[in-house]
C-alpha cells in the first residue's frame, strides 16, 4: 500500500468518524452508530474515498483489541460477585434466547447451518456502554434495574467471548457435536481462567517492580500494551479470538494499583485505533441491498427486520426473570437490547471467513444499528414514565 | 501478514525497546541506541525473532510521522527568531560541511554520486534531544552555549527536512543540476512556508471553534492528528517526505492554545509507535559488518570510522563560526554532533530505494549511534571542566 494513501485514508477515516459521531451524538444516538454510518458514507457503497486494504484490517483488528483491553480494564472484577444472581440470570438468558431466535430464523431462511450458528452468535452479547450512557444521562444509574443491567452486560460479554471461541472453532471445519462444544468452550473458559488466575497472582508484584526499577516515561503504559498484545497473540494461538485474551488482561491489570495510569494511556490509543475499526466495518456496508427492485433484496431486507424483531423480544423476554418486586422488568430487559461491538465482530469475522456474504454482513449490521438506535429512545420514554 | 504474527511481533518490539532502552538510559546514554540494539538483537541479524513486514513498514513511518509531528508541537515558532544569528550561522555551517565531507568521503570510496549524495544527507541534522537531555541534567540549560546549540539545532531540523526534498527529488530519476536544486528547494520551502503560514492564519479560530461545537471526548486531539496525517500524505503528493509536512502542522499547532492537550494525547501515540520505527531500523542492521575476516567489510568499517571522524569534525569545526566572547566555542561544536531521528530516516530512505546496500546503511547506522553514544561522555567532561 502506498504511503500517501495509508495516510489519507486514516486521516479521513478519523475526520469522517468524528464528524458523524458528533452528529450521532447531537441526535442522542451512540457515537459508534455515526462511525459506522461514516464507513458507509466514505466507502465503495457510496463516496468510494476509502476502501479497507490488509494494513487498514490489521489496524483496525488492533482497534477491536484495545476496545476489548480497555473494555477490561473498565470491568471491577468484584463487580461479577456484586452483579447477583438476577444480573447473571438476566445475562444466561438474555443470551440464550436471541441465540436460539437467530439460529432458527437463518435456518427458517434457507441459509446453512454454519451461517445460522455465526448469526445466533451476533445477536448475544449486550453493548454496556451504550445503555450505561442512557442511564447516566438521566440520573438513573442507581437504580436496581441499572445495576442488574450494568452487572448482566458484563457477564454476557464474557458468555460472547466464550461463544465467539466456540463458533470460531466449530466454523473452521471441526465437528459440530454436544462433546466438541463442551471442550471447545472448557478450552475458553480455561484458557480465561488461567490467564485471570495467574495474571491476578504476580501481575502486581511485577508492575510494582517495574515501577520501582525503570525510570522510562510511559514504561508501565508501554508494557501493559505489550502485555496485552502479547496475550491476544497468545489466544490467537489456541484458536480463540485475540480480543478474549485482551479482555482478560484488562480485567487482570484492572485490579492493580497501576490500573489510572495504564487507562490515561490507552485512552489517546483508544481514540486514534477503535474509530478505524468501526469506520471500516462501515465501509463493508452494501447499501444496494435496500434497493426494493431487486427480489432478493426484499428477502434480506424481510431476514432483517425478523431477526431485529427476534433480537428485541430475545432480550426484552430476558428481563422477566427476575423475580423480584419492584423491579420495572420490561425495562431490564429493553435496556439489555442494544448489541455493539461484540455483535460487529461477530459479523466481520463471518464476512471475512466467508460464512457470510456482504449482503447479510451488511443486514447484520443494519439489525445492530437498528438495536442501537431504538434502545435511548424507548428507555427514555420509560424511564420518564417512571418518574 | 497472519493476525498472531502482527500481534505477537508489536508485543516484542514494545517489550525490547524499553528493555533496551532502560538499559542504554542507565548507562547515561540516549534511550534511542538502546532502541536501535533492540532491533539489531531481535532482528534476523541475531535471534531472528522479528523482521520487517509491510504492515510494519507502514506502521514504523507513522511512527517517524509522529516523531516529527511531537518534534513541531514542541518547538516555539518564537525560538527561531530568539535562536539569533549566531545559532543560524553555525546551523548553517554544521550541515554544509558534514554533508560535504560525507560527500567526497563516498566518492573517495569509490561509491555511486547518487549514495555519496544520500550519505552526505544522513550526516547534516543534529538530534537536539539527546545534546538538550545533557545540558538538564548537568543544569546548564540556560548557558549561552545552549541557546546557541538548541537554536541551531531546530534550524538545522528544518533544513533537513529540506535536504531531504532535494535528495529524494534528485534520486529519483531527475537530472541534477544547480537549477533542478533550487527548484526543489524552492518548492519544500514554499509548501513550508504555505502549511505554516495558512495554518498560523486559520487554525486558531478552526480549532477554537471545534472545541466550542464538538463535545466528544478528545476531539481536538484526533483532529489534530488527522490533520497531521492530511499534511503529511499531501506532502507526499507534491513529492516531499511525509515527516516533512507532520513537522509543519506540529509547528502550526504549536502555536494555539490546544497545544497542550494535543501533546497529551500524543505521548502515548508516541510511545506506542515511534519504538516501532527505532526497532525497525535496528533490525534491518546486518551486523555481519563486524566479521573482519571478509576484505569487503574492513573496507566498509574503514568507511564508517572516516565518516565518523568527519561527522565528528563538521559539526565541531561548526562551533567556531561563534565569534562572540566568552562562548566555548567547542563546546557548542561537539554538542552539535548527535545525530539521531532525521538521519536515521534519510539511511532507512536509502535503503529502501536501494542507494544503499544493506552493509552501507548498518555502516551509517553505525555512525549516527556512535555520534549519540560519544557526545554525552564527551560533553560531561567539558562541562565539568569549565566549573
Redesign the interface.
Known amino acids: 500500500?502506498e504511503?500517501?494513501e495509508?495516510?489519507?485514508f486514516?486521516?479521513?477515516i478519523?475526520?469522517a468518524?468524528?464528524i458523524f459521531?458528533?452528529l450521532a451524538?447531537k441526535c442522542g444516538q451512540s457515537?459508534i452508530i455515526g462511525e459506522l454510518i461514516a464507513g458507509v458514507i466514505i466507502g465503495p457503497s457510496v463516496l468510494g474515498i476509502v476502501h479497507k486494504t490488509?494494513?487498514f484490517g490489521?489496524i483496525a483488528?488492533?482497534g477491536a483489541?484495545i476496545l476489548l483491553f480497555e473494555a477490561g480494564l473498565s470491568t471491577n472484577i468484584k463487580e461479577f460477585a456484586r452483579a447477583g444472581g438476577w444480573a447473571t440470570a438476566v445475562a444466561f438468558v438474555g443470551v440464550l434466547l436471541p441465540y436460539l431466535f437467530g439460529y432458527f430464523t437463518f435456518l427458517a431462511f434457507g441459509m446453512s447451518t454454519t451461517s445460522a450458528i455465526f448469526a445466533g452468535a451476533v445477536l448475544t452479547a449486550t453493548s454496556v456502554g451504550i445503555t450505561a450512557r442512557v442511564f447516566l444521562d438521566l440520573k438513573k444509574l442507581d437504580t436496581e434495574e441499572a445495576k442488574i443491567v450494568l452487572g448482566a452486560a458484563v457477564i454476557d460479554d464474557v458468555i460472547g467471548l466464550v461463544i465467539l471461541a466456540v463458533v470460531t472453532n466449530l466454523v473452521s471445519g471441526n465437528e459440530m457435536s454436544i462433546l466438541s462444544i463442551a471442550q471447545i468452550s472448557a478450552k475458553a473458559v480455561l484458557f480465561l481462567a488461567v490467564v485471570v488466575g495467574l495474571g491476578l497472582l504476580v501481575i502486581s508484584f511485577i508492575f510494582d517492580k517495574i515501577a520501582k526499577h525503570?525510570?522510562?516515561?510511559?514504561?508501565i503504559?508501554?508494557?501493559a500494551?505489550?502485555?496485552c498484545?502479547?496475550v491476544?497473540?497468545l489466544s490467537?494461538?489456541v484458536e480463540l479470538a485475540?480480543i478474549v485474551g485482551a479482555f482478560a488482561m484488562g480485567l487482570v491489570l484492572s485490579n492493580t494499583k497501576h490500573v489510572e495510569a495504564i487507562k490515561?494511556?490507552?485512552?489517546?490509543?483508544y481514540?486514534?485505533l477503535v474509530?478505524v475499526f468501526f469506520v471500516l466495518m462501515g465501509t463493508e456496508v452494501d447499501i444496494s441491498i435496500f434497493n426494493l427492485f431487486v427480489a432478493e433484496n426484499r428477502n434480506i431486507l424481510m431476514l432483517a427486520a425478523i431477526l431485529f424483531a427476534v433480537a428485541f423480544i430475545g432480550k426484552a423476554l430476558a428481563g422477566f426473570v427476575v423475580l423480584k418486586k419492584n423491579v420495572n422488568k420490561l425495562l431490564v430487559g429493553v435496556a439489555m437490547v442494544p448489541r455493539g461491538e461484540v455483535g460487529l465482530i461477530f459479523a466481520s469475522m463471518g464476512l471475512s471467513i466467508g460464512v457470510f456474504q456482504q449482503q447479510i454482513y451488511s443486514a447484520l449490521v443494519v439489525v445492530i444499528m437498528l438495536t442501537t438506535f431504538v434502545t435511548p429512545i424507548l428507555l427514555k420514554i420509560m424511564l420518564s414514565k417512571k418518574q
Open positions: 500500500m504511503i500517501f495509508f495516510l489519507f486514516f486521516a479521513v478519523l475526520v468518524a468524528k459521531g458528533e451524538m457515537a490488509a494494513t490489521e483488528e488492533l483489541v525503570m525510570k522510562q516515561d510511559g514504561v503504559f508501554v508494557l500494551i505489550a502485555l498484545l502479547f491476544a497473540a490467537k494461538k485475540p490515561q494511556g490507552v485512552k489517546p490509543l481514540l486514534f474509530p
